[in-house]
């Protein structure tokens, strides 16, 4: 429990960390990833806030070796609050009261999918065809870059209203989706006996090079987004679609059963149902500044 919550933490604060440092550097985008990293690795905010996340997920680590992962997933669930706390009180960030019942409701839809888990009834299956892999994946890590884009490309319009960063959250999740998949596959490999053997099946499977795409491109856009819009909006909506798509895609893509039991079946159906709605009904376009630093700027 004490693990679970200073993962929380630690994710929340890197995450702010990593926030306030893009806000004071110059404009970073995809288009230049190089300069990207140029300027993120020669921030030491952004670095502490990048080595929070480091130890957040060695938090996470410790989590999953003594909790059920369906108790650890409720209590990193509650991890959203906190990140919108922090970035009301060290960002300046402020929620109008529909983002606020958005969040609210995908809060209560991830639990929703939380409570149809059952440690010990549900099956785990670690192994997975490749081509059904690939067939889920590679549209999906295409989705997610076109979302990205056609987000890119909008936002330049010089009359259009700021964006609240939701296209670059799902871009972005897409991403994270296919990551969390390739790590599951990468598992199944980590039992086998003889370590060069594991290694040279692993090198064979097409999860290593999911891990290297979605790991460089997931960095590159997830940092440019976040200098943009919102990370009390971003993160969640990250973290949703790629809660979602882990539970739905890889349940399918693993061959896990669905619950038996109506009620958790009503609560994973409903739940997934839910967070989809609440994604397509939260606003598109900020009417008010996003940074408080930036409007300090004279003109």
């Not at 939380?114 to 999906?140: H, W």
């Not at 976040?226 to 890889?250: D, K, M």
């Amino acid at each position: 429990m004490a693990s679970a919550l200073l993962a929380n933490t630690l994710y929340s604060l890197g995450f702010v960390l990593e926030k306030r440092a893009l806000t004071a550097l110059p404009e970073v985008t995809i288009r230049r990833p190089a300069r990207l990293l140029r300027l993120v690795l020669g921030s030491p905010l952004w670095i502490g806030g990048s080595l929070a996340l480091a130890a957040g997920f060695a938090a996470q680590l410790a989590v999953y070796r003594t909790l059920p992962i369906a108790a650890a997933q409720g209590i990193f669930v509650s991890g959203l609050v906190l990140l919108v706390l922090l970035s009301s009180r060290l960002l300046g960030e402020e929620t109008t009261g529909r983002e606020r019942y958005a969040l609210g409701a995908i809060l209560l839809a991830l639990l929703m999918v939380v409570l149809s888990l059952r440690e010990g009834s549900d099956t785990v299956s670690r192994a997975a065809p490749y081509p059904l892999i690939l067939l889920v994946c590679v549209p999906s890590l295409a989705a997610g870059v076109w979302l990205y884009n056609a987000a890119e490309r909008r936002a330049r319009h010089r009359h259009r209203l700021p964006t609240t960063g939701v296209e670059y959250g799902v871009a972005v999740g897409l991403l994270y989706g296919v990551s969390s998949l390739a790590i599951k596959g990468v598992s199944s490999y980590l039992t086998t006996s003889g370590p060069v053997g594991a290694l040279l099946d692993l090198l064979s499977s097409p999860y290593p090079y999911l891990l290297l795409f979605t790991g460089v491109f997931g960095l590159v856009m997830s940092q440019a987004a976040l200098q943009r819009c919102r990370a009390s909006l971003i993160v969640p909506v990250c973290t949703t679609v790629t809660c979602l798509y882990t539970a739905v895609l890889g349940t399918l893509s693993f061959g896990e059963a669905l619950p038996d039991e109506p009620l958790r079946l009503a609560l994973r159906v409903a739940g997934t149902v839910l967070a989809v709605a609440v994604l397509l009904s939260m606003p598109k376009h900020d009417t008010a500044p996003q940074s408080p630093a930036r409007e300090l700027t004279p003109p």
